[in-house]
């Protein structure tokens, strides 16, 4: 049963930092690209990182470039989001979704919350 | 202002056929497939279409897709309460090198 784990979310100040990690499970998590997908309050689904399956392709959103950075570990079989000079914006759920095709993902993690307020 | 386009609600009563429209552009779902998710409240977004009519294992044959030129729409026939959910389009976008995603659809069931 594939299985997408996130974890790493919490409280944090407005310019400080967090990591979120997600686990996967279920698959081979080395052949398969990987998405983060974020979800603010009673807002919409909006797409906000992308990497390939050996991490030799990178896509970030406009609205987090130069402040997120998404890598993996396939040998642990995780993925990261490392999230910098955070913004009240950046308040959301987030997701780890895997990429199938031209689909931002077939599976989803259930999210981990980030909240960005002093 | 979301890239793709829906209209913020939809509505049915149980039985009836309802759909709802995504429009794009020629950068996304004008070269691009199109997919579609239901999410329920509180919960993750669930894959319900790809490749703009493709269901997932395990999706009825009550919900499917369709894609012309820059628009797309899903159809669910049969509307049942447990169908009351979120509905979102998505595509590949060439110049934001990105996935975008419509805005949202509040799909209730009277």
């Known amino acids: 049963e594939v299985q997408l784990v996130e974890s790493g979310g919490g409280l944090v100040q407005p310019g400080g930092s967090l990591r979120l990690s997600c686990a996967a499970s279920g698959f081979t998590f080395s052949s398969y690209e990987m998405n983060w997908v974020r979800q603010a309050p009673g807002k919409g689904l909006e797409w906000v990182s992308y990497?390939?399956?050996?991490?030799?392709?990178?896509y970030y959103a406009d609205s987090v470039k130069g402040r997120f950075t998404i890598s993996r570990d396939n040998a642990k079989n995780s993925l990261y989001l490392q999230m910098y000079s955070l913004r009240a914006e950046d308040t959301a759920v987030y997701y780890c979704a895997r990429v199938y095709g031209g689909c931002p993902g077939d599976y989803w993690g259930q999210g981990t919350r980030v909240t960005v307020s002093s | 202002q979301s890239v793709l386009t829906q209209p913020p609600s939809a509505s049915g009563t149980p039985g009836q056929r309802v759909t709802i429209s995504c429009s794009g552009s020629s950068s996304n779902i004008g070269s691009n497939t199109v997919n579609w998710y239901q999410q329920l409240p509180g919960t993750a977004p669930k894959l319900l279409i790809y490749?703009?009519?493709q269901r997932p294992l395990g999706v009825p044959d009550r919900f499917s897709g369709s894609k012309s030129g820059t628009s797309a729409s899903l159809a669910i026939s049969g509307l049942q309460s447990e169908d009351e959910a979120d509905y979102y389009c998505a595509a590949w976008d060439d110049s934001l090198n990105g996935w975008v995603f419509g805005g949202g659809t509040k799909l209730t069931v009277l």
């Open positions: 490749s703009n009519n």
């Open positions: 990497i390939s399956s050996r991490g030799s392709k990178i």
